[in-house]
C-alpha cells in the first residue's frame, strides 16, 4: 500500500483483452489493485495503446462476465463487442499474471437500452437510462448483480456507482438540453421521480404525491420562463426536508440489501465500496448519499474529486465508512497530470484512505507517467 493510501485506476475489459502489454503497462503504475468493469453501460471510447484497434463502441448495457441461468433474465445481456465470453475474467487473468488484483466495477441505476422500471420526472417523462430503486424489481437488480459478483473468486473487492437515485443530470446521446442551465436545486427537482411505486413511497412519507408534483412542476415552470437560474428549490422547507428523507431511506435500502448479499457469500473484510456524494439530493454517478445513514456493513465511499479539492473527502469523513479520493487522471478530459501527486497528498492529509485514478485504459503514454509519478510521491511521503 503506497505510503497508507489504497491506490487503484479504472481499467475496461478492452483495454486488455488482446493486448498482451497491457496488464503490464497497468501493473507498471505501481497500483495496489485495478478496478475492472464487470457490468457498464453504452459508450465509446478510444484505446490509445491497444494493437488491434483505437476505438471501442459499447452499444448497451451490458454484462462482461457471464451471470448464470438464475439471473439471465434479469440482468444485462452479455457484451458482444470483445472477443471473449468472460472479457471481464479474461482481464483479471492477465492482470493477476502481472501482480495485479482485480476489483469489479459494477454500474448499477445507469442503464440503456434495458426494460425496467424507470424514473419518471414531474412532467410524466420517463428517463430510460435511470432506474428507480423504489421499484422492488429493481432491488432485484441490484441484489443479482451484487450476488454474480461476490460469487467470482477471481474478484478480490467491488466497488458499486450509480447504486440509488440517478437522475436528469445524465448526459445522453448527442444531448440537447443545455439550453436551459440549471441551478444544482433544479437539477435534483428534475431527477425526483413519480411512477407508482415513488407514489407509494410518498405515501408512507406521509407526502402528498400529486400536491408535490404540482409544486415541483410550478417551481420548475418559473425557471423554463425566466433567464437565469433561480435560488432554492422547493419553497416548503418542511416538504422539501421529508422528500430528501423519503429518497434517503429508499437509497440506503437498495445499497443495504446489495452488501447483504455480497457478505453472504464473501467475509466481512471483503472491500465493498459505492461511488457516493456527501450531498444526499444529487442523482449523479455519484449518487448522493447522508455519510451518517449510509450502509454500515459497507467497507467505504468513493467521492469525487475530480477538481482537485478535497471538499467532499471533508464532507464525508467522521463516519464509519473509510472515505476514497476519486481523481481524473486524463488530460483530455480537463485533467492536470501533473497535479495529480500533490493532489493525491491533499486528499490524504483531508483524511481520505485511498485515491481512484480515472482511467488507466483511456490514459495516454504520458498520464499514465503522471500516475507512476503519484504512487512513488506518495510512497516516499
Known amino acids: 500500500m503506497a505510503g497508507s493510501l489504497d491506490v487503484a485506476a479504472y481499467v475496461y475489459p478492452w483495454d486488455v483483452v488482446g493486448d498482451d502489454a497491457a496488464a503490464e503497462t497497468i501493473a507498471g503504475i505501481g497500483l495496489d ?47 458482444a463487442w470483445i472477443d471473449s465470453e468472460d472479457a471481464f475474467g479474461a482481464t483479471a487473468a492477465a492482470l493477476a499474471a502481472a501482480g495485479v488484483p482485480t476489483h469489479a466495477w459494477v454500474v448499477v441505476d445507469h442503464v440503456d437500452a434495458f426494460d425496467a422500471p424507470h424514473v419518471v420526472n414531474a412532467y410524466g417523462d420517463r428517463y430510460p437510462w435511470a432506474l428507480c430503486p423504489s421499484h422492488e424489481g429493481v432491488l432485484e437488480y441490484a441484489v443479482g448483480l451484487a450476488a454474480v459478483v461476490a460469487a467470482r473468486t477471481d474478484v478480490a473487492g467491488v466497488e458499486f456507482e450509480a447504486a440509488g437515485w440517478y437522475g436528469f443530470d445524465h448526459l445522453h446521446e448527442h444531448d440537447k438540453v443545455a439550453g436551459i442551465p440549471f441551478s ?145 487522471g486524463v488530460r483530455g478530459m480537463g485533467a492536470h497530470p501533473e497535479r ?26 504520458a498520464d499514465i507517467e503522471a500516475m507512476r509519478a503519484l504512487v512513488l510521491a506518495i510512497a516516499g511521503g
Request: proline fraction near 6%; charged fraction near 20%; include cysteine.
Open 33 to 79: 489493485h485495478a478496478v475492472v468493469a464487470a457490468f457498464y453501460h453504452a459508450t465509446r471510447a478510444v484505446t490509445p495503446r491497444h494493437p488491434r484497434h483505437r476505438v471501442v463502441v459499447a452499444e448497451h448495457s451490458a454484462a462482461y462476465l457471464p451471470v448464470g441461468t438464475a439471473w439471465r433474465q434479469v440482468l444485462p445481456p452479455p457484451q
Open 184 to 328: 444544482d436545486d433544479e437539477l435534483y427537482l428534475m431527477s425526483l421521480c413519480f411512477c407508482d411505486a415513488c407514489h407509494s413511497e410518498y405515501q408512507d412519507s406521509g407526502i402528498d404525491a400529486r400536491a408535490l408534483r404540482a409544486a415541483v412542476r410550478e417551481r420548475l415552470d418559473t425557471r423554463f420562463t425566466a433567464s437565469e437560474p433561480l435560488v432554492g428549490g422547493l419553497p416548503d422547507a418542511d416538504l422539501a426536508a421529508a422528500v430528501l428523507r423519503m429518497r434517503t431511506r429508499v437509497g440506503d435500502r437498495l445499497r443495504e440489501a446489495m452488501v447483504r448479499e455480497v457478505r453472504t457469500q464473501r467475509g466481512a473484510d471483503f472491500p465493498v465500496l459505492f461511488h457516493a456524494n456527501p450531498r444526499p439530493h444529487r442523482s449523479t454517478a455519484f449518487t448522493g448519499v447522508d455519510p451518517a445513514t449510509f450502509a454500515k456493513d459497507a467497507t467505504g465511499l468513493v467521492v469525487n474529486c475530480w477538481d482537485g479539492t478535497t471538499e467532499n473527502v471533508t464532507l464525508s469523513t467522521g463516519h464509519p465508512a473509510a472515505v476514497h479520493a476519486g481523481l481524473l
Open 340 to 365: 495529480l501527486a500533490g493532489q493525491a497528498a491533499a486528499m490524504r492529509d483531508a483524511g481520505a484512505s485511498g485515491i481512484r485514478l480515472y482511467h488507466a485504459g483511456l490514459a495516454s503514454n
